[in-house]
């Protein structure tokens, strides 16, 4: 995890350098920037691969070429065996797309596999900056005159910058030639296995085993580090399974897996955390916490997510608190996010009766994922020094999961929701949590009652219908007018029409 600034055009200085100070959370190892032609490049850095020489900015093969970025290549080994070890200066894995870059320019940035926003810039001019197709890895872009201004989070921006501020599309490349770039198109729109299946057939054993595989590899690749890795575990059956998966990857190795998990006295997410905790052996953490600090949270974490939607707020508090507790023992953590998007695991999901329609609505909230559930996992996370990793949403992951047949994931009283997922697992975590109903992780911890019900007290019938035109769709709730004013306080400027994603339902 790094935060990153860069600019193409005329740009002063200093003001990169307070963009960097308000990125300070994301990387606590180390600052750098340069002056590299018309652009200008700056990063904050969390030492993750390489830490003695993975400094930032990276140069290439010389040094009129220079990189900042944010995220993880995972296939940077194939890069530099294809490339030749011999022309790299570090072991970072960043230095892979730089130096591919130089080798076959834009078209890198499809052969990079991992998560990842990335600026390159060279003393001749050229200016690409990058962004993966998932949008794991944030970036937010503004326009001014001749000038085009880049950082990992808006909050970075000083706020004369703020209401020209987008999301960067995921999924494609920008240079001033020749402007915005699609990449491949991701993810597929269409199931392509065993088409000739019937919704009500069994799946064979294989496709169990594939995801089984699939996930165990994907958990894998997020632990082939050098520094302490653990997993916030919610006590739902995604963060369960990593953990089952990564405690007999740390335990192969002679290490004991460390997990975190927070919530209010007597909550269910805590009592089935420790179910998994005792059975897969880790060294868990846990926290305990009140109504009370939770209200007093809230301004604090709106600002750390940069988004006022009720629905990510419930989940962004004890995602702080998680978040907190695990700050003084790890630099990695790993997290369930992207399971209930490729299996259906939300309860609206369960609202369909044809696989097409469900594997559409899949498709829609994938796609939208960058402003919603990655945004509260990246900012929270990012806000306490960690690096969060999700095995879920690793590439080969998503692949496999969307090319099942989709009415696979349709749910009945034979079928609970995400059984293709909790079959693959069977007999790795105890049944009582592989089967247990799924809950938002603001329900399972409590928050979703206490914050809606605090918060909505706290603005009038009046006042909502005054102010809730302000955005399309309206504000749907005083607690959502509440949040709202919260945002637009630690973030003047930013205009949230263009930039916050919101949980609508239909």
């Known amino acids: 995890m790094s935060g990153i600034v860069a600019a193409h055009g005329p740009f002063d200085p200093e003001t990169g350098k307070r ?54 290549i995972y296939n940077h080994q194939r890069i530099r065996a294809r490339l030749g070890a011999d022309r790299f200066h570090t072991g970072s894995d960043l230095e892979a797309a730089v130096q591919l870059y130089e080798e076959i320019g834009v078209a890198a940035f499809e052969k990079l596999w991992g998560t990842f926003a990335l600026v390159i810039a060279s003393e001749d001019g050229r200016f690409v900056a990058a962004r993966d197709p998932l949008g794991l890895a944030p970036l937010y872009w503004a326009r001014q005159g ?53 919704p009500e057939e069994d799946p064979p054993t294989w496709v169990f085993d594939a995801l089984r595989e699939t996930l165990v590899r994907a958990v894998e690749r997020s632990m082939q580090v050098d520094v302490p890795v653990g997993v916030l575990l919610s006590g739902g059956v995604d963060s369960s399974i ?34 998994v905790a005792e059975h897969c052996g880790t060294e868990h953490h846990e926290h305990v916490y009140t109504a009370e600090d939770a209200i007093g949270l809230v301004p604090q974490v709106i600002a750390e997510l940069e ?46 009766s044809s696989g097409e329609a469900l594997h559409q609505d899949l498709l829609d909230t994938i796609e939208g994922l960058h402003i919603g559930g990655l945004q509260r996992v990246d900012r929270v996370a990012g806000a306490h020094g960690l690096e969060p990793r999700l095995p879920f949403l690793d590439l080969d992951m998503v692949e ?63 006042e909502l219908a005054r102010e809730s035109d302000v955005l399309d769709p309206p504000l749907r709730t005083g607690e959502e007018l509440a949040y709202y004013r919260m945002f637009t306080t630690a973030l003047p400027g930013v205009n949230a029409q263009k930039t916050v994603g919101r949980f609508v339902e239909a």
Request: charged letters at 20%; hydrophobic letters at 40%; a negative charge.
């Open 19 to 72: 963009m960097l100070d308000r990125l300070s959370h994301r990387g606590p190892d180390g600052v750098g920037f340069r002056q590299c032609g018309p652009s200008w490049l700056g990063n904050r850095y969390l030492a993750i691969v390489d830490p003695a020489h993975g400094g930032q900015p990276l140069s290439g093969s010389t040094e009129d070429i220079w990189l900042v970025g944010d995220g993880e």
């Open 146 to 198: 001749q000038t085009v201004l880049f950082a990992s989070e808006m909050k970075a921006f000083d706020e004369q910058w703020r209401p020209s501020v987008e999301p960067f599309p995921p999924g494609h490349a920008w240079t001033p030639e020749a402007g915005l770039i699609p990449g491949p198109v991701f993810p597929s729109g269409a199931p392509v296995l065993l088409k000739s299946r019937t």
């Open 242 to 275: 990593v953990t089952a998966i990564a405690s007999r990857i740390a335990g192969k190795k002679g290490k004991t897996l460390k997990t975190f998990a927070v919530g209010m006295a007597g909550s269910s997410d805590l009592a089935a955390a420790r179910v």
């Open 307 to 352: 988004s006022f939607d009720p629905t990510l707020v419930h989940s962004a508090v004890p995602n702080h608190l998680v978040s907190r507790l695990a700050q003084d023992h790890i630099k990695i953590v790993l997290v369930g996010e992207g399971a209930d998007e490729l299996f259906a695991g939300y309860s609206h999901y369960g609202e369909h």
């Open 400 to 462: 496999l999961a969307l090319a099942l047949p989709p009415a696979w994931k349709l749910t009945s009283s034979e079928r609970p929701a995400k059984w293709l997922l909790r079959r693959a697992f069977d007999g790795w975590i105890p049944d009582e949590v592989l089967w247990r109903p799924k809950e938002q992780f603001g329900q399972g911890t409590g928050m979703n009652d206490v914050l809606r019900g605090h918060f909505g007290a706290t603005i009038s019938d009046e």
